[in-house]
């Protein structure tokens, strides 16, 4: 046995695959929780857009103007791996159901006062800031949530199907955001949008704001009333938990399992943005706008959301190390090859690029079935939500760059195939990360630390 593998611990597989009430009730609430997640991540993008100028009025200049609304989206990006680094601390040595409560309750909050905010005509320039703090702020709270919701489903999930279980939590944030452009384009129906004194840009932007936290105070008092501590958790003795999950993820053998979760995120951020992130302006670049555009990303993100969970099944039976290895290949490839057939379709052609799209779009994103499950698979009790948060919101701020890298690239290649050459590296780094590491698929949540199986 490797060293990176007894760094988690293994049991033989073929450990009973049936789901307890408790289980039940954390994996459904971790499955909401990232669902609500996304779905507030996406409101100033997606519900906010069409009455973006009651906080960033026309009259500003347009840099000025594209600064904020940057801002506005980029802040609660930043504010994930920062609640990754406060609340990973406290669900490790607190336990993870009461820093999930917490979190839930945060940013539902923040939410909600971020419906409340006045216009630009009431505050002026002050508003734009005081968004951007309270979108930081709700950044840090939902970073929190799925570092200590998420190790905890899966402490309670059992083994042999712990795969299906990870990606079908994952598969929430896809369905998340599918969710918040229905609830926009519904509103939309009955509330139109328009210039600064329509019904939509002055109050009907709210009440998909006013949904979100109300969903998140429904769940957390689900997670109140509903979910208990995680057994596995619990049970870790002195040994296997720390005063400082910190200072312990960045020694020895966490720290290795850290840097070879981050090389393969960073992969994976990079290819989720350069589909999700770039898809939007691409499709309406090629006629595709108004309620098609909207129709054509939650084709998409439907269609994702399943194959994700299909990923988790088929990483059950092949390995983890194998699916995203070979999902990493599949999205050079063939993820590539779709994508230059989609920049290359008809504008106008309506159905072929929307089929273009969800094929591009599933194909790139494919290896982020595994994102919940498998890092939480890389590290022991002790650590394991720092590990988890850590590794799968740090890796962010590398990809979130992307247009930077676009426009080095374009000095040497035509601008619209950059997004293809970023698509092999994100690959590249899925595949060397995914190398790097072990086979995880039968780790044992149950299995002391390494540190703890050295002392007598």
């Not at 033989?12 to 039940?24: I, N, V, Y």
């Not at 070979?326 to 989609?342: D, E, K, N, P, R």
């Not at 035509?414 to 780094?429: E, R, S």
């Amino acid at each position: 046995m490797n060293a990176e593998m007894q760094a988690t611990g293994t049991a033989p597989s073929g450990a009973s695959d049936k789901l307890t009430p408790q289980a039940r009730h954390a994996v459904w609430g971790a499955f909401v929780a990232f669902f609500v997640d996304n779905y507030d991540i996406f409101l100033p993008v997606i519900a906010l857009a069409p009455a973006i100028h009651y906080f960033v009025p026309k009259s500003l200049p347009p840099a000025t103007a594209a600064i904020a609304d940057a801002m506005i989206f980029a802040t609660t990006l930043i504010g994930r791996p920062l609640g990754a680094l406060i609340f990973g601390h406290f669900a490790d040595t607190l336990g993870r159901k009461r820093v999930t409560v917490i979190c839930v309750f945060g940013f539902g909050i923040v939410t909600l006062l971020i419906a409340a905010l006045p216009g630009y005509q009431h505050w002026g320039s002050g508003v734009i800031w005081a968004f951007i703090l309270l979108r930081l702020i709700d950044g840090i709270f939902l970073g929190g949530e799925y570092t200590a919701a998420n190790p905890l489903a899966m402490e309670y999930s059992p083994k042999a199907r712990r795969g299906f279980y990870g990606s079908l939590i994952q598969s929430a944030a896809s369905w998340g955001t599918a969710f918040i452009a229905l609830i926009t384009l519904a509103v939309l129906s009955v509330v139109p949008a328009g210039d600064l004194d329509a019904p939509y840009v002055q109050w009907g932007w709210r009440i998909p704001f006013v949904f979100g936290a109300l969903m998140a105070f429904a769940l957390g008092i689900y997670y109140i009333r509903s979910v208990e501590e995680s057994e596995v958790w619990q049970k870790a003795g002195k040994k296997e938990k720390t005063k400082s999950p910190l200072a312990a993820l960045f020694q020895g053998a966490n720290l290795r399992s850290f840097l070879q979760v981050f090389v393969l995120m960073t992969g994976f951020w990079l290819l989720l943005n350069m589909s999700l992130a770039v898809m939007p302006g691409l499709l309406a670049h090629m006629g595709v706008r108004g309620t098609h555009l909207t129709f054509a990303l939650i084709i998409s993100y439907v269609v994702l959301a399943i194959f994700y969970v299909i990923g988790g099944i088929v990483s059950q039976r092949i390995g983890r190390r194998n699916y995203l290895m070979g999902t990493a290949v599949i999205s050079a490839v063939l993820g590539t090859f779709f994508y230059y057939l989609l920049l290359n379709a008809t504008p106008g052609n309506l159905g072929s690029i929307v089929l273009l799209a969800t094929i591009t779009t599933t194909l790139v994103v494919l290896p982020g079935a595994l994102g919940c499950v498998y890092i939480n698979e890389r590290f022991h009790t002790g650590v394991r939500a720092s590990g988890f948060g850590l590794g799968y919101s740090l890796a962010i701020i590398l990809p979130a760059f992307f247009v930077f890298y676009q426009t080095g690239l374009a000095k040497f290649m035509p601008f619209k195939y950059t997004a293809l050459v970023l698509v092999v590296v994100g690959a590249a780094l899925v595949f060397i990360g995914a190398i790097w590491g072990p086979e995880t698929k039968d780790v044992d949540f149950d299995a002391p630390a390494p540190e703890a199986r050295t002392q007598p």
